[in-house]
């Protein structure tokens, strides 16, 4: 067994991750399901020799120290993003394969809204769900979007790459935390200066990452980042949420005049076993809301959400029944993944099965 026969099946099949740990079998992960790759048990000292090759030199010199790596690696069919750590004492790895072809927008059957968000001049844009939604994805279209529409500086701070941009209209610098910048909190302390139109940061992971990216919004800049939250409302209460209390007042203001929209996602199994779909909640951030942000009381967004058709905004909820609806998804899959359990069984109450 090969890295290079295992990336190749990996491409193959469509697969989303390859998983390798000592002590366990190979696995592919195709349409969210594990797909065993043969019946053969890896030893810890195979599944180093299958990941060195593909690990630069002072990359596995530093893992073997903090036990922890987050990488990228590159042939002719995809890229691929990389996380190495240690269980049980032997290595395992984790490697997601990422098309070198940027989905479009209107390929990823988007809601308007989300091309809507990437026309915007200033404002934070936060693209949420559970690993391995496809945030990553929503991102580099709605980069890729702007890319092709308008002359303007994009900078990306990832940890690591995945989608590399071509330059087409815009001017696009991609920073990779480790290589080209310590830290999001060190890239995003000087990314004023190298004057961006358009500022991504792959993921605002704590205090110091989330108060720069509100800041950049502030001064009247693009911000996409993603949130590990489920919907909206988890996303406003988690960045507020990370201040200490005696900031939250100021930070749930600068929330409210900072945030455009939260697009959340959630990739579901079709019912006919061809693929996964997207299931969208979409938040537009109208005065109403914004009043809402600012006076802490975000249990009430839900029913903005519920009532803003006008605006295209969308709950989760919605988005599923009307999967569900068109015969794309199974009543078990929407009450799955429902935000509501028992709304979503009143909705489907009304609809014969």
Do not use: W
Request: proline letters at 4%; one cysteine or more; charged letters at 25%.
């Amino acid at each position: 067994m090969e890295i290079k026969n295992l990336l190749a099946q990996l491409n193959k099949s469509k697969a989303s991750d390859l998983l390798l740990a000592g002590k366990n079998y190979a696995y592919l992960r195709i349409d969210n399901a594990l797909v065993k790759i043969e019946d053969k048990i890896l030893t810890p000292e195979e599944v180093e020799n299958l990941i060195t090759p593909i690990i630069r030199k002072e990359e596995m010199e530093e893992f073997k120290k903090t036990k922890e790596l987050d990488t990228s690696y590159e042939d002719e069919a995809s890229r691929y993003r990389i996380n190495l750590h240690y269980q049980l004492g032997s290595m395992g790895a984790t490697i997601r394969r990422v098309p070198k072809e940027i989905p479009t927008l209107e390929e990823l059957k988007l809601p308007q809204k989300v091309k809507d968000f990437t026309n915007l001049e200033r404002g934070l844009i936060l693209v949420t769900g559970p690993t391995g939604c496809g945030k990553s994805t929503t991102q580099a279209a709605m980069i890729n979007s702007i890319n092709m529409t308008r002359a303007c500086h994009i900078i990306t701070i990832e940890d690591p790459i995945e989608f590399v941009h071509s330059p087409k209209l815009a001017l696009i610098e991609q920073r990779e935390v480790g290589f080209d910048t310590d830290s999001f909190g060190e890239a995003l302390k000087r990314v004023l200066r190298q004057i961006p139109d358009v500022v991504l940061v792959g993921e605002m992971r704590d205090l110091e990452s989330i108060q720069m990216a509100i800041t950049a919004a502030e001064t009247g800049h693009i911000v996409i980042s993603t949130l590990h939250t489920q919907d909206a409302v988890q996303s406003i209460d988690r960045v507020i949420d990370v201040f200490p209390p005696y900031q939250q007042v100021q930070v749930r203001t600068q929330l409210s005049l900072t945030l455009a929209g939260i697009v959340s996602q959630q990739l579901i199994p079709r019912q006919d076993g061809g693929g996964l779909v997207g299931a969208y909640e979409i938040l537009v951030a109208t005065p109403a809301i914004r009043n809402i942000i600012r006076k802490g009381a975000t249990q009430d967004i839900y029913s903005m959400i519920e009532l803003g058709g006008q605006f295209q905004m969308m709950t989760m909820d919605a988005s599923l029944f009307g999967l569900y609806e068109k015969r794309i998804i199974s009543r078990e899959q929407a009450l799955t993944h429902s935000v509501n359990t028992e709304r979503m069984e009143k909705l489907m109450a009304g609809k014969k099965a």
